[in-house]
């Protein structure tokens, strides 16, 4: 009865968020209590009911193993395999996601060691599917949706407190946190004030609706049973929240010897398999942690060898200091052969130097020599026209021509450009 007070106590706090919207429910509990529906006391059946309604397109169902009798008829919930909640998130029309972590626990006693001296981290506590799972949560609560995440508490060998805020903390920008405690309360109701017909209670109207009072005194420290973070919701509880369960069934007297039941062979398969599964997933995880723990000591190998090779490094560079002198004439080969490397390797510098200059003396700057023959063909064609009229003066002897054969010397040195250096100035 325990399990199914955690889980109705749960839902129903939740019920303002999720009634009348429609919603996708991962949740484990959900599908045990699907397959035991005709042993749940009435308010939790009309719960249950009420949160998987058959047929439309209200509410969907992650489950991880799904059954003949839940499948997508319309006498049932609409029910998807669990892998494929990417899938369904990305596609269906969800306005609410409720999500409960219980079925990705990893455990200990499957972990490695390296893994297990760890178990405080959040990534060796859940299974990989887990984060996947937050991470196309958070994509949904970007867009505007309402995401509802659960997990066992620390009561139910589930996470801290600390751990469930920091686990919420690395997918979701800001969430409000419930921690779900099942403590044993006994209720006091007040029923009012008992007086005679010929007095008058005036203050009866003034009274208002009774007040609620919580009392801890008398118990011990709460243990919490199940932590929720709600993500997107504007109006959400604050506060303490009592909720008021069915009393728990009688117990049943024990069956005879003689009237024994023997497992159903579909029962006993349905768990073989399950356990199976089980297994299969812990293998799963201890492969990959064991895969983490190999990367890092490749990476310690690595760290360690570089340190090696600086260490012979650091050796060889002392080693001719540290040991004794040889004999002089032992050292002059070297030395020899050392001033010939560096002789030989100066005399290559050279040629290639000697090389280059020689490649640039020998270049033809063709633009170049062709402006300097435009030019001297110009400074030509000029002097032909000088001598022409220096001709011309000649003939005109008896003229004064000292004025204008001054300017055509000047003209014709101008047109000469400047001499060349050494060459002597003509008189």
């Known amino acids: 009865m325990l399990h199914a007070d955690r889980w109705a106590a749960r839902y129903g706090f939740l019920r303002e968020l999720w009634a009348g919207r429609s919603r996708v429910l991962a949740d484990p509990a959900l599908e045990a209590a699907l397959r035991g529906a005709k042993t749940l006391p009435a308010p939790f059946a009309a719960l249950l009911a009420e949160l998987l309604p058959g047929g439309g397109n209200q509410a969907w169902l992650l489950a991880h193993e799904a059954r003949p009798g839940t499948g997508r008829g319309r006498t049932g919930p609409r029910?998807?395999?669990?892998?494929?909640?990417?899938?369904?998130?990305?596609?269906a029309p969800w306005q609410v996601a409720i999500v409960d972590l219980a079925r990705h626990f990893v455990d200990a006693s499957h972990l490695s060691r390296f893994a297990a001296r760890a178990q405080s981290?959040?990534?060796?506590?859940l299974e990989t599917r887990a984060f996947r799972l937050l991470t196309a949560l958070a994509e949904g609560a970007e867009a505007g949706r309402v995401v509802v995440v659960s997990a066992p508490g620390e009561a139910?060998?589930?996470?801290e407190l600390e751990l469930f805020q920091d686990l919420v903390t690395q997918h979701f920008p800001r969430a409000r946190i419930y921690a779900l405690a099942l403590t044993r309360a006994a209720s006091v109701?007040?029923?009012?004030?008992?007086?005679?017909?010929?007095t008058e209670d005036d203050e009866a109207e003034e009274r208002g609706p009774v007040p609620l009072a919580f009392d801890n005194s008398l118990g011990e420290d709460m243990g919490f049973e199940c932590l929720i973070a709600v993500v997107g919701a504007r109006d959400v509880p604050r506060g303490v929240t009592l909720l008021e369960l069915p009393p728990a069934p009688p117990a049943e007297a024990p069956a005879s010897p003689a009237r024994t039941e023997r497992p159903r062979p579909e029962r006993a398969r349905e768990d073989e398999g399950e356990a199976l599964r089980g297994q299969v997933a812990q293998a799963r995880r201890q492969l990959e942690l064991a895969s983490i723990a190999r990367q890092s000591l490749v990476e310690q190998l690595d760290a360690a060898q570089a340190r090696i090779d600086a260490l012979e490094d650091q050796l060889a560079g002392r080693a001719p200091t540290a040991a004794a002198k040889p004999v002089e004439a032992d050292e002059?080969?070297?030395?020899?052969?050392?001033?010939?490397?560096?002789?030989?390797q100066s005399t290559r510098w050279e040629l290639?130097?000697?090389?280059?200059?020689?490649?640039?003396?020998?270049?033809?700057?063709?633009?170049?020599?062709?402006r300097s023959l435009a030019a001297a063909q110009a400074r030509l064609a000029a002097l032909h026209a000088c001598a022409a009229t220096v001709q011309e003066l000649a003939q005109r002897a008896g003229?004064?021509?000292?004025?204008?054969?001054?300017?055509?010397r000047e003209r014709l040195l101008e047109l000469a450009g400047p001499r060349e250096a050494g060459a002597g100035e003509a008189e």
């Open 121 to 125: 981290r959040l990534e060796n506590r």
């Open 156 to 159: 139910a060998g589930g996470l």
């Open 399 to 408: 003229e004064d021509l000292g004025g204008e054969l001054q300017t055509l």
């Open 332 to 344: 002059e080969g070297p030395r020899r052969i050392d001033a010939a490397a560096a002789a030989l």
């Open 79 to 91: 029910v998807a395999e669990f892998d494929a909640f990417e899938e369904l998130l990305a596609e």
């Open 352 to 370: 290639e130097q000697l090389q280059g200059e020689l490649r640039r003396v020998t270049a033809r700057p063709v633009d170049e020599l062709e």
């Open 189 to 198: 109701v007040d029923c009012g004030e008992v007086t005679s017909d010929e």
